[in-house]
C-alpha cells in the first residue's frame, strides 16, 4: 500500500500537475501585471477593468456582435450633437460615440454598446484595449470596462454635459458575459478573483462604482480559416 501511495504522489507531483499547469497557463495568460483602472484624458481616475476577451481583433468582434452588442460611433462633434439630439427628442441611437478613457497611454482600442430601448440616455457599453499578452496560440489579451449609462446630466468634476453611470459595475460585467454565451462564440469563461484589492472608488465624472474585485475571461472561438 504505501508503495502505490508513493507511486500515486509521483505521478500526481512530477506528471499530472505540470501537465496541469502548462495547460492552465497556455490558455490564461497572467493578469497580475495589469492596471485596474481607466483614466480620462487629464489623467482622473475613470472606469474599473473588470472584463477580458482572449481572441484576434475579428474573433472578439465577432463575438460581440453575436451577443447583440454594438460598434460606436467615433466621438466627434458630430456624434456628440446627434447623440444630444437623441437624448431630448428620445429618439434611439444604436451606435452613439461613448467618451474616450485611457489605458497605456492611449484610448481604447474597441468600444461596443447596446441600447436599452428606445432612450439614448441609458445603454450598456464596454471598451476594450489590447494587451502584450498571449496565450499559448498566440492570441492577445483584450482587457475592458463594462458599464451602465443610467442618465445624462452635468460632470461631477468638470459640470460637462456627460452620462452618469450606475455603481454596480459587477452587474454590467456579468450582463455583458450572459449575453456573450448566449452569442455561442465563447469557448470557455472564468474569473480572476481578487484582481482589485481596492473595490470602490469614483470615475472621471464623480460617479461612485463598487466591485467584488473579480475580472471575468472569455476565451473567443477560434476562427478556423486561420487555424487556430
Same mark, same amino acid.
Given at each position: 500500500?504505501?508503495?502505490?501511495?508513493?507511486?500515486?504522489?509521483?505521478?500526481?507531483?512530477?506528471?499530472?500537475?505540470?501537465?496541469?499547469?502548462?495547460?492552465?497557463?497556455? =490558455?490564461?495568460?497572467?493578469?497580475?501585471?495589469?492596471?485596474?483602472?481607466?483614466?480620462?484624458?487629464?489623467?482622473?481616475?475613470?472606469?474599473?477593468?473588470?472584463?477580458?476577451?482572449?481572441?484576434?481583433?475579428?474573433?472578439?468582434? /465577432?463575438?460581440?456582435?453575436?451577443?447583440?452588442?454594438?460598434? &460606436?460611433?467615433?466621438?466627434?462633434?458630430?456624434?456628440?450633437?446627434?447623440?444630444?439630439? &437623441?437624448?431630448?427628442?428620445?429618439?434611439?441611437?444604436?451606435?452613439?460615440?461613448?467618451?474616450?478613457?485611457?489605458?497605456?497611454?492611449? =484610448?481604447?482600442?474597441?468600444?461596443?454598446?447596446?441600447?436599452?430601448?428606445?432612450?439614448? /440616455?441609458?445603454?450598456?457599453?464596454?471598451?476594450?484595449?489590447?494587451?502584450?499578452?498571449?496565450?499559448?496560440?498566440?492570441?492577445?489579451?483584450?482587457?475592458? &470596462?463594462?458599464?451602465?449609462?443610467?442618465?445624462?446630466?452635468?460632470?461631477?468634476?468638470?459640470?460637462?454635459?456627460?452620462?452618469?453611470?450606475?455603481?454596480?459595475?459587477?452587474?454590467?460585467?456579468?450582463?455583458?458575459?450572459?449575453?456573450? &454565451?448566449?452569442?455561442?462564440?465563447?469557448?470557455?469563461?472564468?474569473?480572476?478573483?481578487?484582481?482589485?484589492?481596492?473595490?470602490?472608488?469614483?470615475?472621471?465624472?464623480?460617479?461612485?462604482?463598487?466591485?467584488?474585485?473579480?475580472?471575468?475571461?472569455?476565451?473567443? =472561438?477560434?476562427?478556423?480559416?486561420?487555424?487556430?
Amino acid at each position: 500500500m504505501a508503495l502505490g501511495v508513493v507511486v500515486a504522489w509521483a505521478i500526481g507531483a512530477y506528471l499530472a500537475m505540470p501537465e496541469y499547469w502548462k495547460h492552465y497557463f497556455r =490558455k490564461h495568460p497572467s493578469l497580475a501585471d495589469l492596471p485596474g483602472v481607466t483614466h480620462t484624458g487629464g489623467g482622473i481616475p475613470a472606469d474599473p477593468l473588470n472584463s477580458a476577451l482572449i481572441g484576434t481583433k475579428a474573433e472578439v468582434i /465577432r463575438a460581440l456582435l453575436a451577443a447583440r452588442w454594438y460598434p &460606436a460611433d467615433p466621438l466627434s462633434l458630430k456624434s456628440s450633437l446627434e447623440i444630444a439630439e &437623441a437624448s431630448v427628442l428620445r429618439r434611439p441611437y444604436v451606435d452613439a460615440p461613448v467618451s474616450s478613457l485611457y489605458l497605456f497611454g492611449r =484610448k481604447e482600442d474597441l468600444a461596443f454598446e447596446q441600447p436599452v430601448g428606445d432612450n439614448p /440616455r441609458q445603454r450598456h457599453h464596454v471598451r476594450f484595449w489590447l494587451t502584450e499578452k498571449l496565450d499559448g496560440d498566440g492570441r492577445p489579451l483584450w482587457i475592458g &470596462a463594462a458599464v451602465y449609462d443610467d442618465r445624462v446630466g452635468l460632470s461631477h468634476r468638470t459640470g460637462a454635459v456627460t452620462h452618469h453611470t450606475a455603481a454596480d459595475v459587477d452587474a454590467e460585467r456579468n450582463k455583458l458575459f450572459n449575453d456573450l &454565451a448566449t452569442g455561442g462564440q465563447i469557448i470557455e469563461q472564468y474569473s480572476e478573483d481578487n484582481f482589485h484589492e481596492v473595490r470602490e472608488g469614483k470615475n472621471g465624472g464623480g460617479d461612485p462604482w463598487r466591485t467584488d474585485g473579480r475580472l471575468f475571461v472569455g476565451v473567443t =472561438k477560434p476562427d478556423s480559416s486561420q487555424g487556430n
